[in-house]
């Protein structure tokens, strides 16, 4: 019997289906399964599919076996989960456009604890003040005491020193990169990816070798948003990716809280603008 697991791969990696319309084929029919089995009539019904990708969509399910599609994946050796999955973090599902595979090593428990546990997002600019380097430190020292999840990007900057601090106080982070989670970029922080490979939990919607590509990154910070329930930037120069992370989490309903700076800062008033 094909599972709902293997038509999420299968649909996937349909030419022209990105998360946004994966969620909506899924809400739409109730399942993956079902859509696969719709003609192409029903197809068009759900918001966004026109005649041509309506069209290509039907000649991708005949050509395509998902079963046969799911055991090529599983074979490449990468863990990975689907929505359909019990451990896919349920609070991740609630965003418009949910990674439909999401990677991952490391203490797998941790996705699923945010449903119970508090997570905040620390996120900041690769190139921190003192200020923004020291209050980042101690908000997560903080956070680590009282047993909140620390969601972050594994980047430069605040980035590393919100996971870092969070491990050294004994505490849980969850790192979202934007490469595959077997890829280490910056290479700066190889030591800590290790270190949150063992203790924490790396997450990516890349398959395994993936190399560092710029469109990855922004598109990186909507599963740290979604993995959150607050997201607190520190230091962010305008057109950063910490601000996008925090439009995004206010699109999603969460919290965005800033942390005060100095007005010569020109990192710290785009976080107030």
Known sequence: ??????YWVAWSQAKGLGP???????SHF????AAWQADGSQ???VDGIGLSLGSSLVEYRQAVEPATALAQCEQQGANFWTPADRDYPAL????ADPPPLLYYQGRTELASAVQTMPAVAIVGTRDPSDYGQRWTRRIAQQLAAHDVIVVSGLASGIDRHAHSQTLDSGGFTIAVLGTGVNRVYPWANHALQKRIAQSGLLLS???NDTPPDRIHFPRRNRIIAGLSRVVLVT????????LITARLANDYGREVFALPGSLDNPAAWAVWN
Do not use: N, V
């Open 1 to 6: 019997m094909t599972t709902e697991r293997a």
């Open 20 to 26: 946004i319309l994966l969620k909506r084929l899924h």
């Open 205 to 207: 919607e890349h398959p």
């Open 92 to 95: 991740l599902y609630e965003i």
């Open 235 to 242: 230091e962010a120069p305008p057109r950063s990716g910490a």
């Open 43 to 45: 197809l068009l019904e």
């Open 30 to 33: 109730g399942s993956l399964a």
